[in-house]
């Protein structure tokens, strides 16, 4: 039975003339996902051109109620 991951990525966002915050950015993976689908869900949300470094993946658990 194929697993689960999350891939987390971040997008700094400017609020202000000289303040800037970072944005995280997760989404659930099957573990039989090519990589690629990754990357063209980072390229969706704005990531240009990303690269595995872009990307942190850590084991998805379940969910809280």
């Known amino acids: 039975m194929p697993g689960k991951i999350i891939a987390t990525t971040y997008k700094t966002v400017q609020i202000g003339p000289e303040?800037?915050?970072?944005?995280?950015?997760?989404?659930?993976f099957s573990t039989t996902c090519p990589?690629?689908?990754v990357f063209k869900w980072a390229e969706s949300i704005g990531i240009e051109?990303?690269?595995p470094s872009d990307i942190t993946y850590s084991e998805y658990t379940g969910e809280s109620l």
């Open 19 to 28: 303040d800037w915050k970072i944005d995280h950015i997760s989404r659930v």
């Open 35 to 37: 990589i690629k689908d």
């Open 49 to 51: 051109k990303p690269v």
